[in-house]
């Protein structure tokens, strides 16, 4: 079973505790640090989910869910919004962008994971 989850996020406090709650449940944790880069990361590691902030320098995480949904060697990867913005509407234009999902910063470590998994069904 693939167990890569490439994390696109800007912050390294973010980008560091996410990593280590995955890894410490066996996920396999590549990085980018910003749109531009996660695309290229996601089209050359195969991934089994792509976490994505939408804050992002440069590119921002709607225009990067859209190019992730064009590439047809990507369309079944599970694609989940990991944002600060919450404030009504920004879920639904998370989802509008190409995400499968949405979840608020600032993470809960107690939850965080299993959160992630349900992305990925009863096989993670």
Not at 71 to 98: F, H, I, K, W
Request: glycine fraction near 10%; hydrophobic fraction near 45%; include cysteine.
């Amino acid at each position: 079973m693939n167990r890569r989850i490439l994390l696109i996020e800007d912050n390294e406090q973010n980008r560091y505790l996410a990593g280590f709650l995955l890894q410490a449940r066996g996920w396999e944790v590549l990085h980018a640090e910003d749109g531009p880069a996660g695309l290229i990361m996601a089209a050359e590691s195969d991934p089994a989910l792509i976490l994505l902030d939408i804050q992002l320098p440069g590119m921002d995480g709607y225009a990067v869910a859209h190019r992730l949904r064009a590439n047809p060697a990507l369309a079944g990867v599970p694609v989940v919004a990991v944002t600060s913005y919450a404030m009504p509407g920004d879920r639904e234009q998370c989802l509008a962008a190409g995400c499968d999902g949405y979840l608020e910063k600032p993470i809960d470590p107690e939850s965080f994971v299993f959160e992630v998994e349900r992305f990925l069904g009863a096989g993670a």
